[in-house]
């Protein structure tokens, strides 16, 4: 099934002589552009999502959302009704690529002179970007993984490497992909091929605007204002508002600034039955007290069930986050009722996150342990009462395991399971740990929760085209807080400081000030119903003697001890189901 909007197209490497002509293509869809002889790109979506223009000695395709085209056409003397893909190349024209991070939203572009190819990826990593080096001088790109897959002379490969990454962290984080020699743009990244090869260069700096805060105080008035006006420009020109609340800081703050902004939004929450997951009455007391109306979402088995299926089908590469199915039947609901939804992805990554303590005694100390006396301490700690609880500081084999979002296979498990070697380092998750010194903990923490895909939202909005906004990753907003001092943003006894301090102002503690845990789903209980019925099918030796990628063996054996009631194997178990039914539904690309 196509996305709702994207583009892909061929490129040309550049080399010495003038860039060769190309017919123009305005912004409609779907529109083609001539890359010379058969080579075709082509741009799809309906109003403004996606654009590709050609001025002959310049190109450009974007695809995305951005929120600031009226004060970027002023800027450059243009009409404010100028087609944003005008704008855009007139911007790259006047600020070379300096003009990225002028632009405030999320979004893929594609960039070509006589000198450069470019593709480029907003630091939000909300809207996906991806190439391959087709030979001959050319590259080939899309927006979309399965388009680029299908283009002529793209040959899908599994990459064994991904598989391994995917098997460990339950993800594949850019930039690599599922598919062999195709490569993934990085968050805040850009590709750069010119004439004397291809670079990976940094996200262009901004303009530092205003002072820093000098006081905690006039920070909290000052993210106050920032978000409010962050706030205001995504619900501009929406009549049905809404937006998630989940009771936790990020969301509880962006819907009290939206109450103040549109008090006819609409507080949405997704509910479980199990009140371990179930979120709903802090939530329903924060929409109380904003005096918002308030939709809890309920789903039963046959609805996961039928977004287990959905994702299946759907899903760009396997991709195992556990509150995907919920989250995709959330967009779902809010696709068809609203037309602009508020989310607090990217609070996180800006204000950032100190691990907790067993995890800093890990990296901080533990690490420093020959791996052999760290095996056998952690096989006293669990055999003595009182001292199993502790086994993780330990208990792992590289210090990054403990700071893994899920509990996938362990490098040695995954050797077995695929019967070769193993390797993390050139992940990105490895790479950004090892940027940083043993107790640089908060910095560290910080740096991986920004080096962890969002992919959840990203495939729940390809596959959903609902419009949902992230005022957390406005450019000017994101900025601002990452700036701080770290005193301002967390505390040992307040993480979040800065926003907590926010949110008081509009709600008072006692209603919200509370334990969360993050928004999660009762994988066990999914995972074990109807007698294990998802586990017994894409489990079976047959399935993984069809796909001969893994050891049916290996894997009948998870099963059995998952069956028997081993709960710690969840992550592993899910991770196999989630790959079974994607080979089921794509084995042809393999």
């Known amino acids: 099934m196509t996305p709702a909007s994207g583009f892909h197209g061929r490129s040309r490497l550049p ?86 991070p002028r632009l405030d939203g999320v979004f893929a572009i594609a960039l070509r002179d006589d000198d450069r190819f470019v593709l480029a990826r907003d630091p939000s990593g909300l809207r996906n970007l991806f190439a391959i080096d087709t030979g001959a001088g050319e590259v080939a790109f899309a927006t979309h993984l399965p388009t680029l897959m299908q283009l002529p002379g793209v040959e899908p490969r599994l990459s064994r490497r991904s598989l391994h990454e995917y098997l460990g962290f339950l993800d594949i984080a850019a930039p690599h992909t599922i598919f062999e020699g195709v490569r993934a743009v990085e968050a805040g990244q850009l590709l750069c091929w010119s004439r004397v090869g291809v670079d990976v260069l940094p996200w262009p700096a901004g303009e530092v605007g205003g002072t820093a805060p000098a006081t905690f105080a006039e920070a909290v008035t000052a993210l106050d204002s920032e978000l409010q006006r962050s706030v205001r420009t995504r619900l501009a020109g929406s009549s049905r508002p809404a937006a998630f609340l989940s009771g936790g800081i990020d969301s509880s703050l962006l819907c009290a600034m939206a109450a103040r902004e549109r008090g006819d939004l609409t507080a949405v929450t997704v509910g479980f039955d199990a009140a371990a997951y179930d979120e709903t009455p802090i939530a329903g007391r924060i929409a109380a007290h904003l005096g918002l109306a308030h939709e809890v979402l309920r789903f039963s088995r046959e609805h996961y069930l039928s977004a287990f299926e959905l994702l299946s089908q759907r899903l760009e590469q396997p991709m195992a986050d556990p509150a995907t199915p919920a989250t995709v039947l959330a967009y779902q609901h809010c696709r068809d009722r609203f037309d602009a939804v508020l989310d607090g992805m990217g609070a996180d990554e800006a204000v950032g996150a100190m691990p907790p303590r067993h995890v800093r005694l890990a990296v901080g100390y533990a690490g420093m342990l020959p791996a052999g006396a760290r095996a056998a301490l952690t096989r006293l700690m669990r055999a003595v009462p009182g001292l199993s609880g502790y086994a993780p500081i330990l208990d792992f084999e590289h210090p990054a395991d403990t700071m893994i979002r899920w509990r996938g296979f362990s490098r040695p498990e995954i050797e077995a399971l695929c019967g070769e070697s193993v390797s993390f380092a050139d992940t990105a998750f490895y790479r950004a740990f090892a940027g940083f010194s043993r107790h640089a903990h908060y910095e560290r923490y910080t740096a991986l929760l920004n080096a962890m895909p969002c992919e959840r939202l990203n495939q729940a909005t390809l596959i959903t085209a609902a419009r949902v906004c992230y005022p957390f990753w406005d450019r000017e907003t994101d900025r601002f807080i990452r700036q701080l001092p770290t005193d301002f943003r967390y505390l040992p006894e307040e993480p979040k400081r800065i926003l907590r301090a926010v ?44 796909a001969n990628l893994l050891s049916s063996e290996h894997v009948l054996r998870y099963a059995q001890r998952f069956i028997a009631g081993d709960q710690g194997l969840k992550f592993r178990i899910w991770a196999l189901v989630v790959l079974g039914a994607w080979l089921e539904r794509h084995g042809e690309l393999l």
Do not use: C
Request: net charge positive; glycine share 8%; aromatic share 12%.
């Open 15 to 100: 080399k010495p002589g003038a860039l060769e002509r190309r017919e123009t293509a305005g912004p409609s869809a779907p529109a083609a552009v001539s890359h010379g002889g058969a080579r075709r790109g082509t741009v799809w979506g309906a109003g403004a999502a996606a654009a590709w223009i050609d001025a002959g000695d310049a190109a450009l395709a974007w695809h995305g959302e951005i929120y600031n085209a009226p004060d970027l056409a002023r800027q450059l003397g243009l009409p404010p009704d100028t087609p944003l893909a005008q704008v855009l190349l007139a911007a790259w024209r006047r600020w070379s690529l300096a003009f990225l």
């Open 503 to 546: 949110l008081a102002r509009y709600v008072p503690r006692n209603i919200w000030d509370m334990p969360k845990h993050s928004f999660d789903f009762p994988l066990w209980e999914f995972l074990s119903a109807e007698d294990f019925g998802l586990v017994r099918r894409y489990l079976a030796p047959e399935v993984w003697r069809r």
